[in-house]
C-alpha cells in the first residue's frame, strides 16, 4: 500500500484537535462530527487497510447484521438515510462494509484517516494538556483530545489452547478472516465456539465442507432471523418514515424503533402464551426477546417458560435425540447472554456431514499438528476455526498502553475492573473520550445509536469548553465512583450478572468479574448524561 493510499507521514510530529482510534462505525461518526460541527483538526488512525471496523475484520461466511437494516445505519444525514438502499432484513458483512465505504467518500472522511496504521500508545502531557500519540510505524502526533473508537468487540480472543500453534494446517479466528475468503470444499474442518458468530457460520460451513465437526462448550438459544429481502414498497415505506424511526431509536430501551409490549408473561393464558411464542417464532429476529411480555429480561419464572419454549423447538427441528439434548442450553435463562439470531443452525445438525462434540463433558487437551485431541478422542482436520469471540469492551483499549495523568496506566486504573464516568471518561485521563465505553449501555443498545449520542455528547462537551476558554476536562474520582455504583446496583436487577457471558468478562481467563454495560436501559442513561450537562458537566472538572 502506498503512503498515499494509507495517508501515512511518517516521522513527521504534528499537533491536532483531535486523534480518534478506529475508523468504524464510531470513528466515522466521530470524524465526520467533530470536523463538520466543530471545525476541528482531526486524524483517525486505524489498523486494517479498509474502514468498517467490526464489519472489516468479521468477513467469516455467515456474518451478518443481528439488527435490522434500517435502522442499524447512521441517522446524522437524511440525505443519506434516503439515498442508500438496503438489500433486505438483515444485511451480510459485505453490505455493511460497503455501505460504511459509501459514508467515508459520500462525506470526504478519507483524507483525514490514516489506515494500516495502529496506535501503540498514548500519553496525556499535563504541561501542556495535550495527548501525544505513537503509532507502531514510530510516528508521533500531538492532540487536544483523545477520542477512542475501538470498538466493544473487536480484541479476538483467540484461547492458548496447548499445541496451537503446531497445527500444521490452516487455522482462522473468526474476527480475522482473511480477505480472499477460505475455500473449505473437500477439507474437514474443526469449528470451536458456538456464541453468535459460531451460529452464524456453522450453516455456512457445513454447506461447503467435506465434513464440519463443532466443539461446543456452552449451549446457546438462538431465535430464527428470518432473513427477508426487501421490496420497493417497503424501502419507500421506510424511507418516508425515517424521522420518526430513528426518533423511536433514541427513546426506546435498546435503540431499536420499537416499544416493549406491556404484557407479563403471566397476564395470559397458556394457549395464548403459546400462540404469542408461535408468532414472534415465525416472525423472528431480537423481537422474540422484548416483542411479546416485558417482563423477560428480569422473571425467571417468566424467562424459564420462554426457555423451555426453545428448547421444545430445538427437540422438534433436530433429528438425532441425543444432539437435540446437548444442543439445549440448561445453564443460563435465555437472554442472560447476548441472545443470538441465526439462519438455519440447528437444523443444520441433521446433515450427515456435520457432528457436535460436546467439550464441556471431554474438554479440549491439546491442539495437535493434525487437528485435536479432547479428552475421550483424537479429532483429524485440515483447517480450524476459533468462533472464541473477544476480550470485550476493554480488550480493545488495554491492547494500547494508555497512561494519563501523572503517567498513570489505564491498565493498572483498571486492575479490578473498567471505571468510568457515564462511560465517557476515565478520572486520571483528562480529554480522552471513550465512545461506548465501559459503564455505558452500548452493547444493550443498538450500537450506531448508542455510537451517534456519544458522538453529539463528546462534540456538546468540547464546545461547551471552548467557549468558556477551558483546554482540559476530566472525570472527578467522587463522581466516577458514584456512577461505577450505580452501574452495579442497576446490574442487581437484570440476569446478566448471573451468567458466564462476555458481559462479565468470564470468557477471559483473570479478567476481574464485572458487569461491564451499563443495564439501566437507553432512556434512563441519556436522562442521566443530559442532567450532568443540565448541571453545568456535574461531575467534571474543568481546567484553563
Ligand atoms: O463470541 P462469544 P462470539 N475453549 O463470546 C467458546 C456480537 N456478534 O464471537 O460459552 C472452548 O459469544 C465460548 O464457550 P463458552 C454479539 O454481541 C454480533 O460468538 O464460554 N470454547 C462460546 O461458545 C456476540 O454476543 C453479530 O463456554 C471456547 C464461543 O467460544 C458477540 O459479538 C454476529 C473457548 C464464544 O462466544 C460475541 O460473539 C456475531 C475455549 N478456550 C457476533 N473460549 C451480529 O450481529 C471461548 N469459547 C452480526
Not at 127 to 149: I, M, Q, S
Not at 392 to 400: C, E, N, P, Q, V
Not at 475 to 486: K, M, N
Request: aromatic letters at 10%; glycine letters at 8%; a negative charge.
Amino acid at each position: 500500500m502506498s503512503d498515499q493510499q494509507t495517508n501515512r507521514t511518517d516521522g513527521e510530529s504534528r499537533q491536532l484537535d483531535a486523534v480518534v482510534i478506529g475508523a468504524g462505525f464510531a470513528g466515522l461518526c466521530a470524524l465526520y462530527k467533530l470536523r463538520e460541527d466543530m471545525g476541528m483538526k482531526v486524524r483517525v488512525y486505524e489498523t486494517g487497510d479498509g474502514v468498517g471496523g467490526t464489519w472489516y475484520w468479521n468477513r467469516y461466511p455467515g456474518a451478518r447484521c443481528d439488527s435490522e437494516s434500517f435502522y442499524y445505519c447512521f441517522s446524522f444525514s437524511d440525505e443519506l438515510a434516503q439515498e442508500w438502499e438496503w438489500s433486505g432484513k438483515y444485511p451480510e458483512q459485505p453490505e455493511i462494509e460497503r455501505y460504511l465505504n459509501h459514508v467515508a467518500d459520500r462525506f470526504d472522511l478519507r483524507r483525514d484517516i490514516q489506515l494500516s496504521t495502529s496506535v501503540t500508545r498514548a500519553e496525556f502531557d499535563d504541561a501542556a494538556n495535550l495527548w501525544d500519540v505513537y503509532t507502531e510505524v514510530g510516528e508521533r502526533v500531538r492532540a487536544r483530545f483523545l477520542v477512542t473508537a475501538v470498538g466493544c468487540l473487536s480484541a479476538a480472543n483467540l484461547p492458548d489452547i496447548p499445541g496451537r500453534d503446531s497445527f500444521a494446517g490452516e487455522l482462522f479466528h473468526t474476527a480475522r478472516w482473511p480477505r480472499e475468503g477460505v475455500d473449505f470444499k473437500g477439507k474437514r474442518v474443526g469449528l470451536i465456539g458456538t456464541g453468535s458468530t459460531g451460529i452464524q457460520a456453522t450453516p455456512e460451513i457445513a454447506a461447503e465442507a467435506d465434513r464440519l465437526t463443532v466443539f461446543q462448550r456452552t449451549p446457546n438459544f438462538t431465535v430464527p432471523a428470518r432473513h427477508a429481502p426487501f421490496k420497493p414498497e417497503d424501502q419507500a415505506r421506510i424511507k418516508q418514515n425515517y424521522a420518526a424511526i430513528f426518533d423511536r431509536t433514541r427513546k426506546s430501551p435498546a435503540g431499536f424503533p420499537y416499544f416493549p409490549i406491556d404484557r407479563k408473561t403471566m397476564d395470559v393464558s397458556d394457549e395464548e402464551r403459546m400462540e404469542i411464542l408461535d408468532g414472534l417464532w415465525q416472525e423472528g429476529g431480537f423481537k422474540f426477546l422484548w416483542g411479546g411480555f416485558n417482563d423477560l429480561p428480569t422473571d425467571l419464572q417468566a424467562i424459564e417458560i420462554v426457555s423451555e419454549y426453545i428448547r421444545d423447538r430445538i427437540r422438534e427441528i433436530v433429528k438425532d435425540p441425543e444432539t437435540a439434548e446437548l444442543l439445549c442450553p440448561n445453564d443460563h435463562p435465555y437472554g442472560s447472554k447476548r441472545p443470538p439470531i441465526d439462519t438455519d443452525y440447528y437444523v443444520t445438525f441433521n446433515r450427515d456431514n456435520v457432528s457436535l462434540v460436546d467439550i464441556k463433558k471431554s474438554p479440549i487437551q491439546e491442539i495437535t499438528p493434525t487437528g485435536l485431541r479432547t479428552a475421550d478422542a483424537e479429532h483429524e482436520f485440515d483447517l480450524l476455526v476459533f468462533a472464541t469471540g473477544f476480550d470485550a469492551m476493554t480488550g480493545s483499549l488495554l491492547r494500547i498502553d494508555i497512561r494519563g495523568s501523572e503517567g498513570v496506566r489505564l491498565s493498572d486504573a483498571w486492575a479490578e475492573g473498567p471505571r468510568t464516568l457515564l462511560g465517557l471518561q476515565v478520572a486520571g485521563f483528562p480529554n480522552m473520550f471513550t465512545i461506548t465505553g465501559p459503564g455505558s449501555p452500548s452493547v444493550l443498545v443498538n450500537m450506531p445509536v448508542a455510537i451517534e449520542h456519544h458522538v453529539e455528547w463528546i462534540v456538546d462537551c468540547i464546545q461547551h469548553m471552548q467557549d468558556n476558554g477551558k483546554t482540559r476536562i476530566e472525570a472527578s474520582e467522587a463522581a466516577q465512583d458514584s456512577w461505577v455504583e450505580h452501574v452495579a446496583e442497576v446490574s442487581q436487577y437484570s440476569l446478566m450478572g448471573k451468567s458466564n457471558s462476555w458481559y462479565v468478562g468470564a470468557n477471559i481467563p483473570g479478567k476481574p468479574r464485572v458487569v461491564m454495560p451499563y443495564t439501566g436501559g437507553q432512556p434512563m442513561y441519556r436522562e442521566r448524561c443530559q442532567a450532568v450537562v443540565d448541571a453545568g458537566y456535574e461531575g467534571f472538572e474543568f481546567g484553563a
